[in-house]
């Protein structure tokens, strides 16, 4: 499969990344200029924004599927009050250029998160408080806007909501009808995920499913 990964120097984005040339996609990765990324020989690493309409337009030729790990930077990572230093509609709009830019019967899967839009309602209170109350609060709202925007779309779209993530190996991934303070799914096992979910492996029974360990 011709992939286009968007987001590929993240966390998710690197694995989505190793796994997909390991499965035998011919990869595609879409990287900013200033950021430092290694990959594996057969990747074609484009540098440039995912905000121009015009570089999204050139990559999407030819490519079956794309799969976004794009999410908000902020100053420190680890502190959920620090600034946020990426622009606050990123995963929108580039979402919103990608459904625009896309044909009808191709796939995206994108990462948003537990926690957002209706499933607020089934998230632990710590979540909830930070959402309400740090820079989680705008990440999250971006999030939303973006999966509104691919609910209004006809493309074959996934927005995956994973609950805490950490770096641990792949192991078996599980849907869940809520985001319980402890649960946990490892950044290897999303982008495992997301990876099913393109070549048609894993069909979940909602396009936002929360996924856990
Ligand atoms: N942390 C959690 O527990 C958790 C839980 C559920 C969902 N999520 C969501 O999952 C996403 C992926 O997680 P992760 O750990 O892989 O995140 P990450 O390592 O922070 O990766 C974020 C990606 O977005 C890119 N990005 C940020 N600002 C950008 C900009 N202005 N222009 C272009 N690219 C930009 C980054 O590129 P650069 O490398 O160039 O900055 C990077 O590739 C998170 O961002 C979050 O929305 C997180």
Not at 31 to 53: D, H, N, Q, Y
Not at 75 to 100: C, D, F, Q, R, Y
Not at 101 to 110: E, H, P
Request: charged share 25%; net charge neutral.
């Amino acid at each position: 499969m011709n992939l286009l990964v968007l987001g590929a120097s993240g966390g998710c984005g690197i694995e989505v990344v190793s796994q997909a040339v390991t499965r035998g996609h011919n990869v595609t990765a879409v990287v900013r200029e200033t950021t430092f990324f290694e990959a594996p020989e057969e990747v074609k690493v484009i540098r440039g924004s995912v905000l121009s309409e015009q570089l999204l337009e050139e990559v999407i030729d030819g490519k079956d599927a794309v799969i976004s790990c794009l999410g908000l930077n902020r100053k420190n990572k680890l502190n959920p009050w620090s600034e946020i230093i990426s622009p606050k509609n990123l995963t929108s709009e580039a979402v919103g250029l990608l459904i625009n830019l896309m044909k009808q019967d191709k796939s995206l899967a994108v990462i948003s998160a537990a926690g957002v839009a209706e499933s607020f309602a089934r998230t632990n209170p710590l979540l909830k408080f930070l959402i309400r109350r740090s820079s989680l609060g705008p990440a999250y709202s971006d999030l939303e806007k973006m999966e509104k925007a691919l609910k209004g779309s006809s493309l074959n779209w996934y927005a995956i909501r994973p609950v805490t993530l950490t770096d641990f190996k792949i192991k078996e991934v599980k849907t869940a009808d809520s985001y319980s303070l402890f649960s946990m799914i490892s950044r290897p096992s999303v982008a495992k995920y997301l990876l099913d979910i393109i070549e048609g492996v894993e069909q979940p029974d909602t396009r936002t499913p929360i996924i856990k360990n």
